[in-house]
């Protein structure tokens, strides 16, 4: 079993926090998606056949497709690769863009699983952040969605954003729990150089939350979505029983994908590759029968690596005898050595076969894994 990821880069404008490859040259989008196509058919090869069970429609955002350009998408998809009946197929969603119109539309698509970016429903903070919808735009394409049958909608939030206080907080989080959606992403903000918002810092005029306060938040996040019911299944991330992201979650587990378009990056389980973070040289490739990545083979202690970032950060945790299976006894022995003293503190626990971080661990996941990594 595989998935396909396939990055879209266009917005109508750029939130200013944000540094995932996109561009607001919506002109080009007939051009991108003809080249995707022929992307995904010039590797059809990359997963061996492999059966697919997620599809992620990322970005940029997704939803300025229209439905044309959508049917392209999926008609080349289906075509090439074997999509299995009950695969989660996930779509990216700007809320101002779920009007009446488009929602309906999305629903004679094979999507069963909507993502919805809504961040926060604090008014001054949206505009602050540039996000095109209002709240109640939000809370409107939200119901909208479930009232035409999508019964798998996730919402991402972002905490630690300028001016936020445990109150807004708090706010925002029983706005969330009120909707019921089915999962829910929440998102430390991330000052990154080279951003309008890493800019305004510079500039004075914001500033990051402090240690406390980003503390705080994380634990009030925790507890509030664990008491309304959802599952913490990874850092990040909780949802309601049993509706965790299949996608996502195949990143975690290693599973194979196939990444299509500029900046999307693959994994064969031996080595990673990634497109260029260019449309322009993107097209250009593909228009020539080529392809414009970077490649990095994977050795085994980088692979051992991967494992342990990816696997301590849910709650299934790392299975030791998996471990010591697929990377052999010397990387085995020094994960339980860098791993006692962790064990011996309380913020790691070894249960049968699996080490998992316990729920204060949680709040140092990155030192922990920093020392479970291989140097």
């Not at 944000?18 to 058919?41: R, W």
């Not at 069963?112 to 109640?136: D, P, V, Y």
């Not at 971080?357 to 894994?369: A, C, K, V, Y």
Request: hydrophobic share 35%.
């Amino acid at each position: 079993m595989a998935g396909i990821y396939i990055h879209t880069p266009f917005c109508k404008r750029r939130c200013i926090y944000c540094d995932f490859f996109s561009t607001t040259q919506s002109d080009k989008k007939p051009a991108y998606v003809h080249a995707l196509c022929q992307e995904l058919d010039m590797r059809k090869n990359y997963l061996k056949g492999e059966d697919i069970e997620t599809i992620y429609l990322g970005g940029g955002t997704p939803s300025q497709l229209s439905q044309e350009e959508l049917e392209k998408i999926f008609s080349t998809l289906y075509n090439i690769y074997k999509v299995n009946d009950d695969a989660e197929i996930t779509l990216e969603a700007n809320p101002d863009d779920l009007t009446p119109e488009y929602v309906h539309m999305l629903r004679t698509l094979p999507i069963n699983r909507i993502s919805m970016g809504i961040q926060t429903f604090q008014e001054e903070t949206l505009k602050l952040l540039h996000r095109r919808h209002t709240a109640q735009q939000a809370i409107e394409a939200f119901q909208r969605c479930h009232e035409v049958g999508f019964q798998n909608i996730s919402i991402d939030l972002m905490y630690g954003l300028p001016r936020e206080t445990l109150e807004t907080w708090k706010q925002d989080l029983q706005q969330a729990i009120s909707l019921r959606p089915e999962h829910i992403s929440a998102y430390h903000l991330i000052y990154e150089e080279g951003t309008a918002l890493w800019k305004l810092k510079e500039q004075h005029q914001v500033e990051e939350a402090n240690e406390d306060l980003s503390v705080t938040l994380f634990r009030t996040l925790i507890d509030e979505l664990t008491r309304a019911g959802y599952e913490h299944y990874e850092i990040s991330n909780f949802c309601l029983p049993g509706l965790h992201s299949r996608h996502n979650s195949s990143y975690w587990i290693g599973k194979k994908y196939l990444g299509c378009g500029p900046s999307a990056h693959s994994f064969n389980g031996t080595s990673r590759q990634w497109n260029v973070a260019s449309l322009d040289k993107y097209i250009h490739a593909i228009q020539q029968g080529k392809l414009d990545y970077e490649i990095e083979e994977l050795d085994i202690n980088t692979r051992y690596n991967d494992y342990v970032i990816t696997t301590i950060r849910t709650h299934w945790g790392m299975s030791l005898s998996h471990l010591r299976s697929t990377y052999g006894e010397d990387l085995y022995q020094y994960c339980l050595r860098m791993a006692k003293p962790h064990l011996e503190q309380g913020v790691l626990v070894m249960k049968e076969d699996t080490l998992k971080l316990t729920q204060e661990g949680i709040f140092i996941s990155d030192g922990i894994m920093s020392d479970l990594l291989w140097v």
